[in-house]
């Protein structure tokens, strides 16, 4: 069954909302039982909105006219009945365009100047400065306007040769590389740095963000698209053209921007666009159908791919087939195979990473929720013997047996102060891994790096500051990871002692993983050589370039830093949290039993009664225990359920018991 993109996005779409209400139920009951504590609830909230807020980025990378906006529109925008991109001779995307939507803007396409380009900002940093951009509202009801207003990506500029230079679309040392100049000397670069568009359309609702790239002179100018943006999509589809074959320029792009995403993990499509240019009335369908094989052959072999790896379509024809209606069209145009895989890649590559993440999130809860029910049976059976044991003995032995629990009671109140004093330790060593991830410590860590960088003229030992800037930044997520490992030793040997002087059924929680930090660090430092790598060393001498790259390279850096930080957080929260949890049911449990005591004491209750409503209890404890399996049981059920080949499943509410 070969299913449309838009289906399967859908389906996915559908899947993340049924996870979030599961989940936002379980915590909701976890709640009602008092079996929430704050770390949990935190890290259901972050899965919600995990699931929430998942991007997935589709990004289209070829040299100009090999009918990127085209496939774009296809895909995605074909419901709308006409051309959404701007794709027809001469109306080309001149600027790196994103489509996505956020809820808090109106519908509307937002511009960023190209003379931005002459100040050091990082794209990233101008994205936030929302007053820089021009902003065109779009009416989403009226296709013609939208369509009109979306030509202003393909808007262009005349200045002279050094202002080409100045903004990166002039290079003296590869002059076949250079747009033409017109009559007057003036060269044309486009009118945009790069442009927004917030729309919503369905698929764009619920996460899908969709870059076009222009061609190669562009990219190349943008050193931020190449080292963050393009290898964070978690799909890029380089095109090709039939008509023009495999050029150089296209080699060019491959080589810069796709061929090298190999050990990325994202997927990689290669298209062969346009073969309806070889749909030969006089040939036979089995000819035609040969030639497309020859060709998508010569371009695996040029490519180094195998032959399969290609895959020939129309994205025209596919396009004119969904407007119309056309099945037979729809088939010939081979549009459907190629959103299948882009689909079931894509997709299904997101729903492990989310499965995974719910899987662990529900595993933590349900583990932590399991302790306090456990240290809640505990207790309870203590006291029935405890009752059990006063059965027919008299008013002095029932004495002695409350000043008893209030003796270790009072022992039990000494805890705390152990408890503050473990917590003390903590949060001092704690302190450590927080500055070792803080801005100061990155940027000291760059210093020789960025200093390198901003020195003056060529930089030809720049890799090396590279790998040795990359090494100490490597350096510091191994001190945090041994201070993680120093932390939860601490912990460990603290619970003990805990447990064995209190009763407490403390477990020091396994540390985050770093390894992963590790490898998105060696990700950027990858995507930096690879760009310097390819001829881009004379660029680098210009002063302007390299501070972009600076700060595109702290940006990055810092992001990856602070979701390290924000899991060693959550990892603090959860410790605290069973601290407290703890501390809580017992402090609980001794006013229980001293409740108890007083009763049969004062003859406000029988003992038979009392000992009858912790049967009861212990029951209800049990149904409790029972409900949360059955509840985690059934959230990793329909987790599994893959959203690319099952229907969309029904919202079901999980009600609370
Ligand atoms: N014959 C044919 N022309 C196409 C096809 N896809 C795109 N084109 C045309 O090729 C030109 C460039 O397409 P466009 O999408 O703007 O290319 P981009 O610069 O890569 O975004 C336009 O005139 C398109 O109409 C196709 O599948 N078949
Ligand atoms: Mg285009």
């Not at 519908?107 to 940093?125: N, S, Y």
């Not at 590869?174 to 740095?193: I, M, T, Y």
């Not at 064995?500 to 929680?509: I, N």
């Amino acid at each position: 069954m070969v299913a449309a993109f838009s289906e399967q996005f859908d389906r996915h779409g559908a899947w993340r909302r049924e996870m979030s209400s599961r989940l936002k139920n379980l915590a909701a009951w976890l709640r009602q039982q008092r079996l929430l504590d704050d770390a949990t609830d935190e890290s259901l909230q972050r899965l919600v909105e995990q699931l929430r807020s998942d991007k997935v980025m589709v990004a289209f990378v070829a040299e100009f006219s090999r009918g990127k906006s085209e496939l774009i529109n296809a895909v995605f925008f074909a419901g709308y009945g006409r051309r959404i991109m701007p794709a027809s001779a001469g109306r080309t995307t001149m600027c790196p365009t994103e489509l996505a939507y956020d809820a808090e803007l109106p519908p509307c396409l937002r511009l960023l100047p190209i003379e931005t380009r002459l100040q050091p900002q990082a794209l990233m940093e101008w994205r936030m400065a929302p007053e820089q951009w021009t902003r065109v509202d779009l009416d989403v009801n009226d296709p013609q306007q939208l369509a009109s207003a979306m030509e202003k990506v393909s808007e262009v500029r005349y200045v002279d040769q050094a202002q080409a230079r100045a903004l990166g679309f002039w290079h003296d040392d590869r002059p076949e590389d250079n747009p033409p100049v017109n009559a007057q000397g003036l060269v044309e670069v486009p009118r945009w740095r790069h442009a927004l568009i917030n729309m919503a359309h369905p698929l764009l609702r619920q996460g899908l963000v969709v870059l076009d790239t222009p061609g190669l002179n562009a990219i190349g100018a943008e050193p931020e698209l190449t080292v963050n943006l393009i290898p964070q999509a978690q799909a890029v589809v380089f095109i090709l053209a039939a008509d023009t074959g495999v050029t150089k320029s296209d080699l060019g792009i491959w080589r810069e921007h796709v061929a090298t995403m190999q050990d990325s993990s994202s997927s990689r499509f290669v298209v062969l666009n346009k073969i309806d240019a070889l749909w030969d009335e006089l040939s036979t369908p089995a000819q035609i159908e040969a030639q497309i094989a020859r060709q998508c052959a010569d371009t695996a072999r040029t490519l180094a791919l195998q032959d399969d790896q290609v895959l020939a379509l129309s994205a025209q024809k596919g396009l004119l087939a969904k407007v119309r209606g056309d099945a037979a069209l729809l088939a010939d145009s081979r549009l459907p195979h190629f959103e299948d895989l882009l689909g079931q890649q894509v997709l299904g590559a997101r729903h492990a990473m989310l499965h995974d993440a719910i899987g662990a999130g529900v595993a933590r809860a349900q583990a932590e929720a399991e302790r306090t029910l456990a240290m809640r049976g505990r207790e309870l059976s203590d006291q029935t013997i405890e009752l059990n044991g006063l059965r027919g003995k008299n008013h002095q032995v029932i004495h002695q047996m409350r000043l008893r629990i209030e003796q270790e009671k009072a022992d039990f109140d000494r805890s705390a102060a152990s408890v503050l004093a473990v917590r003390s330790v903590h949060l001092k060593l704690l302190r450590e891994v927080f500055q070792l991830l803080g801005n100061a410590s990155i940027k000291r860590e760059l210093a020789e790096l960025n200093a390198a960088l901003r020195e003056p003229g060529l930089k030809l030992g720049i890799k090396k500051s590279y790998a040795d800037g990359f090494e100490r930044l490597r350096g510091v997520i191994r001190q945090v990871q041994a201070l993680e490992g120093e932390i939860h030793a601490m912990l460990k040997a603290a619970f003990v002692q805990l447990n064995t002087d209190y009763g407490f059924a403390l477990q020091a929680a396994e540390p985050p993983a770093m390894e992963r930090f590790v490898s998105d660090l060696d990700a950027v430092e990858r995507s930096h050589l690879r760009y310097l790598g390819v001829g881009h060393m004379l660029q680098l001498a210009r002063a302007g370039f390299s501070e972009k790259l600076v700060r595109a390279l702290l940006t990055r850096v810092r992001s990856i830093f602070e979701t390290a930080l924000g899991d060693i957080e959550l990892w603090n929260k959860a410790t605290t949290s069973q601290l407290d949890t703890q501390l809580r049911e017992r402090r609980r449990a001794y006013g229980r039993r001293i409740d108890a005591v007083e009763r049969i004491q004062d003859a406000a209750g029988s003992l038979d009664q009392r000992i009858h409503d912790l049967q009861q209890e212990q029951q209800a404890l049990q149904a409790t225990a029972q409900r949360l399996r059955e509840l985690g049981h059934e959230l990793r059920r329909a987790s599994a359920t893959d959203a690319a080949d099952t229907a969309p499943p029904e919202l079901t509410e999980v009600v609370p018991a």
